[in-house]
């Protein structure tokens, strides 16, 4: 399983574009609460991040103490966004475009980061007419993310 740190910054990437909200944080804070006998700040504030705004929600969730490996919180948005495509939630289109953001912001590798930007340029080429098709760009992208899977047991409960 995932620190708090990862989870808070997974948390926090989700939140940046889209795939999170407050609620989230807020659940996932009271199931900290749940399971340790004493928590402390940033806990006792994510508590009630209904109440805050994204930008204090999302300083807090950068406070967690600790340290992570500097790619688990992307790959484990990558899982969520795995989940999400194939459940019919998130459409392929969409999930590159997430997946390019965060390749750009600079929270994947080098290889993964060219892989993705490589994605979201297989939609534009489809969807002109110019290059391949959005089916096979949907296939490529679902190969792409099979590569996370094994991040998905780490996510907090939806």
């Known amino acids: 399983m995932p620190s708090d740190k990862a989870v808070a910054l997974y948390l926090r990437l989700a939140m940046r574009v889209g795939l999170a909200s407050q609620d989230d944080v807020e659940?996932?804070?009271?199931?900290?609460?749940?399971?340790?006998?004493?928590?402390?700040?940033?806990?006792?504030?994510?508590?009630?991040?209904?109440?805050?705004s994204r930008?204090?929600?999302?300083?807090?969730?950068?406070?967690?103490?600790?340290?992570?490996?500097?790619?688990?919180?992307?790959?484990?948005?990558?899982?969520?966004?795995?989940?999400?495509?194939?459940?019919?939630?998130?459409?392929?289109?969409?999930?590159?475009?997430?997946?390019?953001?965060?390749?750009?912001?600079?929270?994947?590798?080098?290889?993964?980061?060219?892989?993705a930007d490589w994605l979201d340029d297989q939609y534009w080429l489809a969807e002109s007419g110019t290059q391949g098709t959005v089916a096979a760009a949907d296939e490529d992208l679902?190969?792409?993310?099979?590569?996370f899977a094994t991040y998905e047991a780490g996510l907090p409960a939806a």
């Open 55 to 115: 930008s204090a929600v999302d300083e807090l969730l950068g406070e967690f103490p600790g340290s992570v490996d500097r790619f688990l919180p992307a790959r484990m948005l990558m899982a969520l966004v795995r989940r999400r495509l194939l459940t019919g939630q998130l459409p392929g289109r969409h999930a590159a475009s997430v997946i390019c953001a965060v390749a750009q912001v600079g929270d994947l590798p080098d290889d993964e980061a060219s892989l």
């Open 27 to 52: 659940r996932w804070a009271d199931s900290l609460v749940a399971r340790h006998p004493t928590v402390t700040y940033p806990v006792t504030e994510l508590c009630m991040a209904r109440r805050l």
């Open 142 to 147: 679902k190969e792409f993310l099979e590569r």
